[in-house]
């Protein structure tokens, strides 16, 4: 069995669309700036999950959604007993483990709480059951060099929760509109790269998009441009065989505050995709099944079968 990748269960098709649907609500609502109604709607989401909770087809991307809504509220607190179930399911069930966000959430969870230790040991726990640089990407730098040892001095990591997190959080940068002699050069450059995909000249294509992408000032996910090129770059990198540099992108993509990357069904088909050749099959089978409940089997018609099959062979897909 721990060799076994245990298989969610599936939910009914009206209840998974329900919960999608909310899910984007909640999403909104956070994006508009109202975290509490965000939080109660994140919640009611949760709520609405049968049993086994943490193991139904939605419950991975659901918890994730609460956990850091709950943190965005300065909840840290609600947040501890939910993460020590989803935890405490992983690894009791008996399953290979693969699912590394519920310890670098529930490490990041314990240094709000200023409980130093035990946040060492949820980090070490995600390397120990395989978490890589890419796993801490939407994270601060500093968490993975406490994951990899690296920073071990707890006054240390204190004051650098402090200074890159706390301070920061405190610090919202409204961003600007984009002039309109930017949007053309914007405009200019994706035709650019375009007309380069249209000869299958993926490299050309990518440096096209990448400089237009580098026109959009920091941070790039305030920005509704940026979601079609993080996509159209992860494409790419995906058509190429870069599953690492494609992933990246996707993920920026999926970031976006200005766009509901959820409800896009490319963006989860290419998510979904991208990790299961990252040999991260429980993040997978959440994002295909996303893209399959947006889009219909149809969606995978010109992809290569595997992944299909894939979703097909850990999804009760009904």
């Not at 087809?57 to 918890?63: D, E, F, P, R, V």
Request: aromatic fraction near 12%; include cysteine.
């Amino acid at each position: 069995m721990k060799n076994k990748i245990r298989q969610a269960v599936g939910l009914n098709p009206e209840l998974e669309d329900k919960t999608f649907d909310m899910q984007g609500e909640a999403f909104e609502l956070l994006k508009d700036n109202k975290p509490e109604e965000a939080l109660k709607k994140i919640k009611e989401t949760w709520n609405l999950l049968p049993e086994p909770k943490f193991n139904t087809s939605c419950s991975h991307i659901i918890l994730c959604d609460l956990i850091e809504i709950l943190t965005e509220v300065g909840k840290p607190e609600e947040a501890k007993p939910i993460l020590r179930e989803w935890i405490n399911d992983i690894e009791t069930c008996g399953y290979q483990i693969y699912e590394t966000t519920p310890f670098i959430l529930s490490g990041e969870n314990f240094l709000y709480l200023n409980e130093i230790e035990k946040a060492k040991e949820q980090f070490y726990k995600s390397i120990k059951y395989g978490a890589t640089k890419r796993d801490f990407n939407d994270k601060p730098l500093f968490y993975f060099d406490i994951a990899k040892k690296k920073i071990t001095d707890s006054n240390e990591i204190i004051n650098l929760f402090k200074k890159e997190v706390l301070e920061n959080n405190s610090i919202k940068e409204i961003p600007k509109e984009l002039t309109e002699t930017k949007i053309d050069q914007i405009e200019e450059l994706c035709e650019k790269g375009n007309s380069y995909i249209e000869d299958e000249n993926y490299n050309k294509a990518i440096t096209a998009w990448e400089e237009a992408l580098s026109l959009i000032p920091n941070p790039k996910n305030a920005y509704s441009e940026s979601l079609w090129l993080e996509t159209s770059i992860g494409d790419a990198y995906f058509l190429l065989g870069k599953y690492t540099k494609s992933l990246e992108y996707f993920q920026n993509a999926k970031g976006n505050i200005q766009e509901n990357a959820y409800e896009n069904p490319f963006v989860m088909l290419r998510l979904g995709q991208t990790l299961l050749e990252k040999s991260r099959s429980g993040d997978a089978k959440e994002y295909l099944l996303r893209a399959y409940i947006l889009e219909g089997d149809e969606i995978f018609e010109l992809e290569n079968e595997k992944y299909f099959n894939f979703l097909k062979q850990n999804v009760e897909l009904k």
